[in-house]
């Protein structure tokens, strides 16, 4: 049987289901799930890492003592187990650690009725909780409701947070995440002894918002390319259309210049008035067919301009943005484009 002192540890027949209670972070909150019938697997390897324990401890070898009284008490949970690892993470000089070993273990012999196991398990805490070492993490602001807190990986009940936590001796990351949220990292060397570290975690900074492509792995070069090319193809419409207006101001252009012609050979005439009223007539028809060719000179050009604007600035994929200006040159006698930019 494994022992503690006089202690016998207890077989662990008839218990269903055990708790320990969770203080600080020396106590981990956990419902403890037992079998009431243990394999002999299971008390075979408790019974045998619970000898190696004692025997490491009788060589002073704390750490491996420490390692297989954990591994006995894994195999098989019992006070006695649990009082024993309290004893030898003692003489570690982890305190906060023993601690908790011994305010568990008052639990579950408290559960099993073994009262004088209690007794001793609450008397070694009592003793040394005066000389533990604490953490206190506390928010500036209010944390988020989905905050999560580890502390050398462990996770710290919300609960917990603001309140002193037992802590041993050594370096402590502390880890803080929330959704959307991006995670912070903090660090502490606590001192052997009596004392309290605070580390006061500030308000978390937003995760940068990820701009998830459209399929095929295009992302905006592909939607300005779809935008460029229809951009191009009305450009080249209106452009079109202005070519055809043109050629109708040539048309009428050619026209007035040959009613024109014809009225200075009608005007030439002798001065009746059937002539009088050709040479009229045939000057207005010239006129009409002027101003109409310029109208749609004008229109032709403007159509054009635009026209290639539109096709000249459409986004591409493979270019940068292009700075185009198409301007309208008209004179008396005639019509053009001017095009300022940087191709």
Known sequence: MRSLGTLQRPSAFGLTRLSRTFFGAALVAAAMSFSSVASANDFALAEKLFKDGLKAMESNDYNTACKSFAGSNEADPSPGTLMNLGTCQEKQGNLASAWG????????????????????????????????????????????????????????????????????????????????????????????????????????????????????????????????????????VVTGTGVAVGGAALVFQIIALSVDSKSKTTCALPREQDVNNACQSQKDAAKTNQAAAIGLGITGVLAIGVGLTLIFTAPSSSSKATAIRVLPDMGPNGGGLTVLGRF
């Open 101 to 236: 070993s011994y305010q568990t273990a008052a639990g579950m012999a408290e559960q099993r009725g073994q009262n004088e196991r209690v007794t001793i398990a609450r008397a070694a805490a009592a003793k040394i909780e005066p000389q533990l070492h604490k953490l206190v993490i506390v928010f500036k602001g209010a944390p988020p409701d989905d905050v999560v807190v580890t502390r050398n990986g462990f996770s710290i009940p919300k609960l917990a947070l603001g309140s002193d936590i037992p802590i041993d001796p050594g370096e402590h990351a502390v880890e803080v995440s929330a959704k959307g949220k991006k995670k912070w990292t903090g660090r502490i060397v606590a001192k052997a002894g009596p004392g309290t570290d605070r580390l006061e975690v500030p308000t978390l900074e937003d995760e940068p918002v990820a701009i998830t492509p459209p399929p095929g792995g295009g992302s905006d070069v592909a939607v300005d390319s779809k935008r460029g090319n229809t951009q191009r193809i009305i450009g080249g």
